[in-house]
């Protein structure tokens, strides 16, 4: 379990140093597709190779990388569009109310239960997440919405699909390579929205080196992490002790970058978020 947890904190940490980055680049720049792409120039031979030596092959396992390559390509799609019709304070929240949909669907498919505190917490927490999207200001809801749900679906698919598949990947580089082969099928999903809608395979601009650098050690990384998590953990408790992230990204903007417009409720939102996963932390088992 601290093991696991140890993990957690690792990703939350790397994922809202790239997230908090990203804030500072050219939106036409797309800096995810830049990440995506030094995340595979720098450790994909290495990760890949080390996930056809090392995985334990079934028909299992294929299908999860089939299944969690097109989740995770949808996801991003989907998570651009919504950010097309709403800022990131809007529909990121939302697409991070995953964990409700990942209970389900464990309960559903795997009898996996939670007990009564564990889907108290998680219920607060998304509450909490709700209550962050609420507070966030312009953009057109009515249209983003339906796309940061349909982003919070992909999460909970994918997530049970590596929840699936770290059965089969015995060390943290195999699992690197499993996800490197959904960031391959991301990163050409990428492409080909980026060549439909601009007439370009690469975005017009490149972030500065650093930027783009920290994406490519960060993005696959804190994934990657994650699905160590789920060795040990539900499915629906790694992603949902993540959301952390969330509240430390809110907490920097308000005291590092001085955005405290609609600071109560983004408090308020925090606290409520804070409040969740202690509950499933403590009590949920």
């Known amino acids: 379990m601290q093991a696991a947890l140890l993990a957690i904190g690792g990703s939350v940490l790397m994922h809202v140093t790239w997230n908090l980055l990203a804030r500072h680049v050219d939106r036409r720049c797309n800096y995810l597709w830049w990440g995506l792409l030094a995340h595979l120039v720098i450790f994909g031979p290495w990760a890949l190779w080390s996930l056809a030596r090392d995985a334990h092959w079934t028909p299992v396992l294929g299908i999860t990388l089939v299944v969690t390559a097109l989740a995770n390509t ?59 999207g609420r507070s966030a200001r312009g953009g057109d809801t009515a249209h983003a919405l339906p796309w940061a749900l349909l982003a919070a679906l992909c999460t909970s698919i994918y997530s049970l699909s590596d929840k699936t598949a770290v059965a ?55 994934y990657a992490l994650v699905i160590n998590a789920m060795q040990t953990l539900p499915a629906t408790y790694a992603v949902a002790y993540t959301n952390a992230g969330i509240v430390l990204a809110a907490l920097l903007s308000m005291t590092l970058f001085g955005e405290r417009q609609a600071w109560r409720p983004r408090l308020l939102a925090m606290t409520t978020i804070c409040c969740g996963l202690l509950v499933m932390g403590l009590f949920g088992g």
């Not at 209970?103 to 564990?118: K, Q, T």
């Not at 980026?194 to 994406?215: D, M």
């Open 74 to 132: 949808l996801y991003f799609l989907a998570l651009r569009r919504a950010y097309h019709f709403a800022p990131v304070a809007l529909v990121y929240p939302v697409a991070r109310s995953s964990p409700l949909l990942i209970a389900l669907w464990s309960l559903w498919l795997f009898d996996e239960r939670l007990g009564i505190w564990g889907w108290l917490g998680m219920s607060v927490s998304i509450a909490g997440l709700w209550l962050m």
């Open 168 to 222: 089969y990947l015995p060390g943290f580089a195999s699992q690197m390579g499993f996800v490197s082969v959904g960031y391959l099928t991301s990163f050409i999903g990428l492409s080909l929205h980026q060549r439909s809608r601009h007439g370009s395979w690469r975005p017009p601009c490149r972030p500065a080196n650093g930027y783009w650098l920290v994406g490519g050690l960060f993005v696959g990384t804190a």
